[in-house]
Nanobody
Framework: QVQVAESGGGLAQPGGSLRLSCTAS????????IGWFRQAPGKEGEGVSC????????YYADSVKGRFDISRDKDNNTVYLHMNNLKFEDSGNYFC????????????????????WGQGTQVTISS
């Protein structure tokens, strides 16, 4: 069973950039879908982006499209979320999940125990 752990969060200014890492252990990420999610205090959790490693397909929420980029580093068994032109509303706890196959993890799946989920890394956008 793969396990994932996030890193790379921190403080950034509006317009700045951060790179988050979702590093897997216990298995390679071949034939997995890896999703990034975020949750801010008092707000609903949101799916941000997803990549399916079998075919390289990527998906983005409208709120981050054109600013965020998801990519896979096969050698390091890691999926990155490159976040550019950051906005205040990008603040939150970012966590990743890995699910075997070509279907992206979902927040509903988290409740039912589908996939492997990390604990998250905090991103704060502040001037």
């Amino acid at each position: 069973q793969v396990q994932v752990a996030e890193s790379g969060g921190g403080l950034a200014q509006p317009g700045g950039s951060l790179r988050l890492s979702c590093t897997a252990s216990g298995s390679t990420l071949d034939n997995y879908a890896i999703g990034w999610f975020r949750q801010a205090p008092g707000k609903e959790g949101e799916g941000v982006s997803c990549i399916t490693t079998s075919n390289g397909n990527t998906y983005y929420a409208d709120s981050v499209k054109g600013r965020f980029d998801i990519s896979r580093d096969k050698d390091n068994n890691t999926v990155y979320l490159h976040m550019n032109n950051l906005k205040f509303e990008d603040s939150g706890n970012y966590f990743c999940a890995a699910r075997r196959g070509n279907y992206c993890p979902t927040l509903a799946g988290r409740l039912s125990g589908s996939g492997s989920w990390g604990q998250g890394t905090q991103v704060t956008i502040s001037s």
